[in-house]
């Protein structure tokens, strides 16, 4: 079984080849915007190396610390704020290659993990995109809707689909 890891500034061009398989090009982040994420929160970035294609990465997830009800602009960097109450997960993909592993299950399982030893985070939020709202669905996110017009246009840069959602601890 691949083991999860840190991501490290070392596995931005794997990544930036994983995000190009698994997105459209109007979702695909430059890699200084991923550089700078991993200095703001290097401790909620993890991935999987692609067993079978060295070099490569099977799957990734990028957060950080947040609060309910707010968005990371597209293309934008993390915003630390003072008392988290949540963990935001911003960027989770899995290598075309790799799917059917549960890998995305697992980075955010450890995610949840993660959060709640270093942070006290049992809460979770993310915007779900390109037609991923019935897995996060699965794993216990509910929707949320947002009224504040700020948090509207964030959201919708992120397309006409996309959906501001929160799981709660269970």
Same mark, same amino acid.
């Given at each position: 079984?691949?083991?999860?890891?840190?991501?490290?500034? *070392?596995?931005?061009? %794997?990544?930036?080849?994983?995000?190009? *398989?698994?997105?459209?090009?109007?979702?695909?982040?430059?890699?200084?915007?991923?550089a700078q994420r991993l200095q703001q929160s290097p401790q909620s970035a993890w991935c999987v190396d692609d067993a079978a294609r060295p070099g490569e990465l099977a799957a990734y997830?990028?957060?950080?610390?947040?609060?309910?009800?707010?968005?990371? %602009?597209?293309?934008?960097?993390?915003?630390?704020?003072?008392?988290?109450?949540? &963990?935001?997960?911003?960027? &989770? %993909?899995? !290598?075309?290659?790799?799917?059917?592993?549960? &890998?995305?299950?697992?980075?955010?399982?450890?995610?949840?993990?993660?959060?709640?030893?270093?942070?006290? &985070?049992?809460? !979770? *939020?993310?915007?779900?995109?390109?037609?991923?709202?019935?897995?996060?669905?699965?794993?216990?996110?509910?929707?949320?809707?947002?009224? =504040?017009? =700020?948090?509207?246009?964030?959201?919708?840069?992120?397309? %006409?689909?996309?959906?501001?959602?929160?799981?709660?601890?269970?």
């Open positions: 079984m691949s083991t999860i890891r840190q991501l490290t500034a *070392a596995d931005l061009p %794997a990544l930036l080849r994983t995000q190009a *398989a698994c997105y459209g090009a109007g979702f695909n982040e430059p890699e200084a915007v991923f997830l990028l957060g950080y610390p947040s609060r309910i009800g707010q968005i990371t %602009a597209l293309h934008g960097s993390f915003e630390p704020v003072a008392q988290p109450d949540c &963990l935001y997960l911003h960027d &989770l %993909a899995v !290598s075309p290659t790799c799917q059917g592993q549960a &890998l995305g299950l697992r980075l955010v399982q450890h995610a949840w993990g993660q959060a709640t030893q270093l942070w006290g &985070l049992r809460r !979770s *939020a993310l915007v779900a995109v390109q037609g991923s709202l019935p897995f996060w669905q699965r794993l216990g996110y509910e929707v949320l809707e947002l009224r =504040e017009p =700020e948090h509207l246009s964030l959201l919708a840069a992120y397309g %006409a689909e996309a959906r501001y959602c929160v799981r709660q601890p269970a």
